[in-house]
């Protein structure tokens, strides 16, 4: 089992116990939507994150992305990096019915899929030394998404969508967070290869 040095944030304790399973990590769960009236676990987290850093992984539905996205302007930016698990269809084995949106969330996602979120989101693992380096060429700007044909013009959002759902990304990803997902894992020119192969 891999150890990972920030603490990851999760939506509820189900999503833990799977998260625990795959790495040996602190993981806080935030109790849903709880955490929007919850001053004392803020305080906590952003304590947490001077320390250590955290890593955010929400489920890819409209619900996560609002629990994201308020955690995203609550807390330091520095201190925190984002975890995207990919939009699969399905549901848990706990719940009788699949959620509203119909796709799986943290907690029904295989061990492997949520080990590679956490890499991409660039996890420090301590059981080993650093993996692949971070792309070495200039970080993609919003000026480059531009003119690459993925916003600002006709087209431009199905070609985002298209791309999200070749790097199995979740398709609720702003233009913003996918801008900080590309630079995780790419530079401008692998980016525009990437495109080409994809015909995207």
């Given at each position: 089992m891999?150890?990972?040095?920030?603490?990851?944030?999760?939506?509820?304790?189900?999503?833990?116990?799977?998260?625990?399973?795959?790495?040996?990590?602190t993981v806080i769960?935030?109790?849903?939507?709880?955490?929007?009236n919850d001053r004392e676990k803020l305080a906590f987290l952003r304590r947490l994150g001077q320390e250590?850093?955290?890593?955010?992984?929400?489920?890819?539905?409209?619900?996560?992305?609002?629990?994201?996205?308020?955690?995203?302007?609550?807390?330091?930016?520095?201190?925190?990096?984002q975890a995207y698990i990919p939009?699969?269809?399905?549901?848990?084995?706990?719940?009788?019915?699949?959620?509203?949106?119909?796709?799986?969330?943290?907690e029904g996602m295989?061990?492997?899929?949520?080990?590679?979120?956490?890499?991409?989101?660039?996890?420090t693992f301590l059981d080993e030394v650093p993996g692949k380096a971070a792309p070495e060429g200039p970080p993609i700007t919003k000026a480059d998404l531009f003119s690459m044909g993925l916003t600002g013009g006709s087209g431009s959002a199905a070609r985002r969508q298209a791309l999200l759902r070749y790097l199995e990304l979740p398709e609720h990803l702003t233009t913003g967070g996918m801008l900080e997902a590309?630079?995780?894992?790419?530079?401008?020119?692998?980016?525009?290869?990437?495109?080409?192969?994809?015909?995207?």
């Open positions: 891999r150890k990972i040095r920030e603490v990851i944030v999760v939506e509820g304790r189900y999503d833990k116990n799977a998260l625990r399973q795959v790495v040996d990590a769960p935030l109790g849903g939507f709880a955490v929007f250590r850093g955290l890593i955010l992984l929400t489920d890819s539905d409209g619900a996560g992305f609002v629990i994201r996205n308020y955690l995203k302007g609550a807390l330091p930016k520095e201190m925190v990096k939009d699969i269809a399905g549901k848990e084995r706990r719940k009788r019915h699949p959620g509203k949106e119909g796709k799986l969330g943290v295989k061990p492997q899929v949520l080990l590679e979120a956490l890499e991409r989101a660039g996890a590309l630079n995780l894992l790419y530079d401008r020119e692998s980016l525009c290869r990437l495109l080409d192969e994809a015909g995207i």
